[in-house]
C-alpha cells in the first residue's frame, strides 16, 4: 500500500532559527516526490520537488530536501527561518503505478515562525 | 499565464440548495483535479480527469457530488443538495501529466464554501 506520512501537525520555532519538517513515505514502487507550501487563504505552491540524479533538492525561499531512499523519507530544512515562512507544508508523494502516476499528499505541518 | 482560475472564491448557500463551483485549468494542461481540504480531513482528492475523461472518482463522497468538464478548459463541481458537512474549501488544480511520468500539480485559489 502507499501511504504519506508528516510525523508533525505541527512546528513551532524562532525566528532566524533551523527547521525540519518530517516526512516519510510507504511504497513498494518508484516514487517522485515534493513538498508543497500553503500561505493563509492561498492555494498550494510548489517548493522543490525531487525526480531523480542528486539527493540534495534546492527549492524556492532557501528550502531544501534530502531524499533517503533506505528510509524512505523526504525531509524538509531550512537553516534559518523568517516569519514570512509561516504557512502549511505539505509532502506531496507520486506513486508509479501500473495504470499511471497516483500523487498522494500527506496530513500537512503547520509551521509557526515566532519573534 | 494565468494559472489555474476558480470561481466564486467565496459561496455561501443554505442547506438543500445547489451549489456550482467552476474551473479554468492552465492552457495545455491536460489532467485536471478537485480537492476538498477541511481541517478535519485535511486535503481530500474528490475526483480527477485526464484529457477531459474521468479517471478516477473514489472519493466522492456520495451522489449529491457531480462533476464534469465538456471541455479542456473548463470543468464543474456540482453539490445537489447542498448540506452543512460540505462546508469546505475546494480547490481545482491542473498538470501536465503524459501517462508514467513525474508532474507537479498546479493550484487554484480555491472556493470557501459555506453551507448553512
Known amino acids: 500500500a502507499q501511504s504519506v506520512t508528516q510525523l508533525d501537525s505541527q512546528v513551532p520555532v524562532f525566528e532566524e532559527a533551523p527547521v525540519e519538517l518530517r516526512c516519510n513515505y510507504s511504497?513498494?514502487?518508484?516514487?517522485?516526490l515534493f513538498w508543497y507550501v500553503q500561505y493563509p487563504n492561498q492555494g498550494l505552491q510548489l517548493l522543490l520537488k525531487?525526480?531523480?540524479?542528486?539527493?540534495l533538492v534546492k527549492g524556492i525561499n532557501g528550502f531544501e530536501a534530502e531524499f533517503n531512499k533506505s528510509q524512505t523519507s523526504f525531509h524538509l530544512r531550512k537553516p534559518s527561518v523568517h516569519i514570512s515562512d509561516t504557512a502549511e507544508y505539505f509532502c506531496?508523494?507520486?506513486?508509479?503505478?501500473?495504470?499511471?502516476?497516483?500523487?498522494?499528499f500527506g496530513a500537512g505541518t503547520i509551521l509557526r515562525v515566532k519573534s | 499565464d494565468a494559472g489555474v482560475i476558480q470561481s466564486p472564491r467565496h459561496e455561501v448557500t443554505e442547506m438543500g440548495q445547489e451549489v456550482t463551483l467552476r474551473c479554468k485549468p492552465i492552457?495545455?494542461?491536460?489532467?485536471l483535479f478537485w480537492y476538498r481540504q477541511t481541517m478535519m480531513r485535511g486535503l481530500e482528492l474528490l475526483i480527477y480527469?485526464?484529457?477531459?475523461?474521468?479517471?478516477?472518482d473514489s472519493g466522492m463522497p456520495e451522489d449529491r457530488f457531480s462533476a464534469k468538464m465538456p471541455n479542456a478548459s473548463f470543468s464543474t463541481l456540482k453539490i445537489q443538495p447542498s448540506e452543512p458537512r460540505d462546508s469546505a474549501v475546494y480547490f481545482c488544480?491542473?498538470?501536465?501529466?503524459?501517462?508514467?511520468?513525474?508532474?507537479?500539480?498546479?493550484f487554484g485559489p480555491g472556493t470557501r464554501l459555506t453551507v448553512t
Open positions: 488544480a491542473s498538470s501536465l501529466a503524459p501517462r508514467g511520468a513525474p508532474y507537479e500539480q498546479y
Open positions: 492552457s495545455g494542461h491536460n489532467s
Open positions: 525531487y525526480l531523480s540524479g542528486s539527493t
Open positions: 511504497s513498494s514502487v518508484s516514487v517522485y
Open positions: 480527469f485526464n484529457n477531459n475523461v474521468p479517471i478516477d
Open positions: 506531496a508523494v507520486s506513486f508509479v503505478l501500473e495504470y499511471g502516476n497516483k500523487l498522494v
